[in-house]
């Protein structure tokens, strides 16, 4: 009797403890509903006899493991949910085999790895939904998924996915309810494409690291309701996107345009390059301008630093000819000094040395004397021994008296 069923509905039952095997019995079942209950354990592999199964929702239960490969074998299958559960792994690469899919709900798990380039089959190409948002899918977004010609909604958000968007998801024209690659790691530009989806309602490409400008194209959107390309690096012109809201543009600090938030008039930016610009062309000028005029002086206090030297050094030679010639004249009558005359002379002779003596005559010896100023001169040192005598024959000491 039970082999007859077509259609098993447990939802929302608290039912506990895995799936049991035994429904995997039923063959003529098209339809099997266990969400929102308690199930736990891993999908039985045994899965594949439900070969006439079409609707399969095991979301929102406890439910751990990979995606068995074996759910590719249900030829039929036009909506899988099993979202909301543990489920661990990749998504099964031969999920493509599921040729009349239309409906794909993997959200809120723990998936990794790639997203499986050929979701869509390219010969029916049935897929309508996509939703793979809050897992921990890596790599890049596959451009396969532009052939998905009958997609009307895409949710690839909250995962980590990098790279650019492919131009391909801009050919996506029947999409209409949803596209969001919000909160991954995807770079690059937005594609220009994005404009031919003249269907897309909401837009959400949020908190990524997106660069450049907002395609001008974005205007051909024209069901665009809801826009989000917050929290990028994207600069330029703001298009008209509906009168998108503040906090749906904030955070990407190079936008400008007219709008009624706090993104800057475009041409502000012109101006304020223009005050930045002056400044700058102010400090090219006066800088070497300073640094020249430093140079020229400290040029000029060396220059006069060594004048004032030569100067010195000049009257300091012109005193010493003025010396000199003092000294030559010690026995000038102005300039005579008889202690410094006697120094002079005994300095000269070494205290009247012998070496020194040219000549003796009644009264005394002749010495010569070079003195410190170059004068060569004859010196007469008297014999006499009487104190008492005191007058000289001045005829007699003069005949002796002469220069060498």
Same mark, same amino acid.
């Given at each position: 009797?039970?082999?007859?069923?077509?259609?098993?509905?447990?939802? %929302?039952?608290?039912?506990?403890?895995?799936?049991?095997?035994?429904?995997?019995? @039923?063959?003529?079942?098209?339809?099997?509903?266990?969400?929102?209950?308690?199930?736990?354990?891993?999908?039985?592999?045994?899965? &594949?006899?439900?070969?006439? !199964?079409?609707?399969?929702?095991?979301?929102?239960?406890?439910?751990?493991?990979?995606?068995?490969?074996?759910?590719?074998?249900?030829?039929?299958?036009?909506?899988?949910? @099993?979202?909301?559960?543990?489920?661990?792994?990749?998504?099964?690469?031969?999920?493509?085999?599921?040729?009349?899919?239309?409906?794909? &709900?993997?959200?809120?798990?723990?998936?990794?790895?790639?997203?499986?380039?050929?979701?869509?089959?390219?010969?029916? $190409?049935?897929?309508?939904?996509?939703?793979?948002?809050?897992?921990?899918?890596?790599?890049?977004?596959?451009?396969?998924?532009?052939?998905? /010609?009958?997609?009307?909604?895409?949710?690839?958000? %909250?995962?980590? @996915?990098?790279?650019?968007?492919?131009?391909?998801? #801009? $050919? @996506?024209?029947?999409?209409?309810?949803?596209?969001?690659?919000?909160?991954?790691?995807?770079?690059?530009?937005?594609?220009?494409?994005? $404009?031919?989806?003249? =269907?897309?309602?909401?837009?959400?490409?949020?908190?990524?690291? !997106?660069? #450049?400008?907002?395609?001008? /194209?974005?205007?051909?959107?024209?069901?665009?309701?809801?826009?989000?390309?917050?929290?990028?690096?994207?600069?330029?012109?703001?298009?008209?996107?509906?009168?998108?809201?503040?906090?749906?543009?904030?955070?990407?600090?190079?936008?400008?345009?007219?709008?009624?938030?706090?993104?800057?008039? *475009?041409?502000?930016?012109?101006?304020?390059? &223009?005050?930045?610009?002056?400044?700058?062309?102010?400090?090219?000028?006066?800088?070497?301008?300073?640094?020249? !005029?430093?140079?020229?002086?400290?040029?000029?206090?060396?220059?006069? *630093?060594?004048?004032?030297?030569?100067?010195? =050094?000049?009257?300091?030679?012109?005193?010493?000819?003025?010396?000199?010639?003092?000294? &030559?004249?010690?026995?000038?009558?102005?300039?005579?000094?008889?202690?410094?005359?006697?120094?002079?002379?005994?300095?000269?002779?070494?205290?009247? +040395?012998? =070496?020194?003596?040219?000549?003796?005559?009644?009264?005394?010896?002749?010495?010569?004397?070079?003195? /410190?100023?170059?004068?060569?001169?004859?010196?007469?040192?008297?014999?006499?021994? +009487?104190? +008492?005598?005191? %007058?000289?024959?001045?005829?007699?000491?003069?005949?002796?008296?002469?220069?060498?």
């Amino acid at each position: 009797m039970l082999r007859s069923l077509t259609d098993l509905e447990l939802s %929302t039952n608290n039912i506990n403890g895995s799936i049991p095997t035994s429904l995997c019995n @039923l063959s003529n079942l098209d339809t099997l509903y266990l969400f929102e209950n308690q199930l736990s354990g891993s999908i039985p592999k045994e899965i &594949r006899k439900l070969n006439s !199964l079409m609707d399969l929702e095991l979301s929102t239960n406890y439910l751990a493991g990979p995606i068995p490969s074996s759910i590719c074998n249900l030829s039929k299958l036009n909506t899988l949910y @099993l979202e909301e559960n543990q489920l661990s792994g990749i998504i099964p690469v031969d999920i493509a085999r599921l040729s009349s899919l239309s409906d794909f &709900r993997i959200q809120e798990n723990n998936l990794v790895g790639q997203i499986p380039a050929y979701l869509c089959n390219s010969t029916v $190409g049935m897929l309508q939904k996509l939703n793979l948002y809050n897992n921990q899918l890596s790599g890049p977004i596959p451009k396969q998924l532009g052939e998905c /010609s009958n997609l009307l909604e895409l949710d690839l958000s %909250t995962n980590n @996915l990098n790279g650019s968007i492919p131009l391909e998801i #801009g $050919g @996506l024209i029947s999409i209409q309810i949803k596209l969001d690659l919000s909160q991954n790691e995807l770079t690059g530009e937005i594609p220009s494409d994005f $404009g031919k989806l003249n =269907k897309l309602i909401q837009l959400n490409l949020s908190h990524n690291k !997106l660069s #450049g400008s907002i395609p001008p /194209s974005f205007v051909e959107m024209l069901s665009l309701t809801t826009v989000d390309i917050s929290y990028n690096q994207l600069s330029g012109p703001i298009p008209n996107i509906k009168d998108a809201p503040f906090h749906a543009l904030k955070n990407n600090s190079g936008l400008c345009g007219n709008h009624s938030g706090g993104i800057k008039p *475009c041409n502000s930016s012109v101006i304020i390059g &223009r005050k930045k610009a002056k400044p700058r062309l102010a400090v090219i000028i006066l800088v070497p301008l300073f640094g020249s !005029l430093f140079l020229l002086f400290t040029f000029f206090a060396i220059y006069f *630093c060594l004048r004032k030297r030569l100067v010195v =050094k000049n009257l300091e030679q012109a005193d010493q000819p003025t010396t000199v010639n003092t000294r &030559r004249n010690i026995f000038s009558i102005e300039n005579y000094d008889g202690k410094l005359v006697f120094e002079e002379i005994i300095e000269a002779t070494e205290n009247f +040395d012998t =070496k020194y003596c040219i000549g003796a005559g009644g009264y005394g010896s002749v010495y010569k004397a070079k003195l /410190s100023t170059g004068q060569v001169v004859s010196v007469k040192k008297l014999h006499s021994s +009487d104190e +008492d005598s005191e %007058t000289l024959d001045l005829k007699s000491f003069e005949s002796e008296r002469g220069g060498v």
